[in-house]
């Protein structure tokens, strides 16, 4: 964790929530409102249709709200698709972009990632862009060459620590309860900042996020990983009691 960098600590709800749901969002709400002066920053993006819900509940506390993907165009005939600029309306102020579950279901290349980051930026929304090798790409010992590939092709133009955060998330590790080492986690998170000070004039200043089977037992040892600035969490962040603790790893 960096002096410079307001850690980040997002969850990622994928496609879990009805509205029932939204009780424990208003636990972490509450959790959150007894901390006068949080020292990160709390991100929770549900499916779609709870974003406004969720950003009313959120009002008056430190907890934002954000979307999961966006369409790259602003507007259209694209049935089923939201705008980034629908997410900012619905009261989201971050969207993820390139998940790998949307890289594999939808065969989202980084081309496309990259319009949606830009998409993201053109509504006024944090874009988080989410990068993370296989574990047949590991395996052959490709991980750095593919984050590099990754991070200078999703970057959306007009990119600055203020707009865009990056979520390293090792596909292999996705709810599989599976995680990188520390030692690992470093090498990867030290590669991406390298690689973003050859794209980014403030690069020193982005928020490389770890995400990949946090949980409230291994979040403080991969929360003090140089270089990572805060995690995206999928699983555990469903339910205010196993999301709350590895908030307060940063808080
Ligand atoms: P899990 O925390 O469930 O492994 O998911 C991580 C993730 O994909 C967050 O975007």
Redesign the pocket.
């Known amino acids: 964790m960096s002096q410079q960098r307001r850690p980040l600590i997002a969850g990622?709800w994928k496609m879990n929530g009805l509205a029932a749901a939204t009780g424990e969002f208003i636990e972490l709400v509450r959790l959150s409102k007894e901390k006068d002066n949080p020292a990160c920053d709390i991100l929770i993006c549900p499916p779609a249709t709870l974003i406004s819900k969720m950003a009313d509940l959120a009002k008056g506390s430190s907890v934002a709200i954000g979307g999961q993907d966006c369409h790259a165009a602003e507007s259209g005939a694209h049935t089923g698709d939201i705008a980034a600029e629908m997410i900012k309306d619905a009261g989201g102020s971050h969207c993820i972009v390139g998940?790998s579950e949307r890289r594999a279901d939808h065969n989202e290349s980084n081309a496309t990632v990259k319009a949606k980051a830009e998409a993201a930026l053109r509504a006024g929304l944090v874009a988080i862009v989410c990068v993370g090798e296989t574990l047949a790409e590991r395996e052959a010992d490709r991980t750095l060459d593919i984050i590099s590939d990754q991070v200078k092709n999703s970057l959306p133009a007009g990119a600055t620590a203020a707009n865009t955060v990056i979520a390293y998330?090792p596909v292999w590790?996705?709810?599989t309860g599976k995680t990188p080492t520390p030692l690992d986690v470093a090498a990867v998170h030290a590669h991406i900042r390298k690689e973003l000070g050859t794209l980014m004039h403030d690069s020193a200043a982005v928020r490389v996020l770890y995400?990949?089977?946090?949980k409230g037992s291994n979040a403080a040892e991969l929360m003090a990983v140089e270089n990572v600035d805060g995690a995206?969490?999928?699983?555990?962040s469903l339910k205010a009691a196993d999301f709350w603790p590895i908030v307060e790893t940063s808080i």
């Open positions: 990622n998940h998330e590790a996705i709810g995400g990949g089977s946090v995206l969490v999928g699983g555990a």
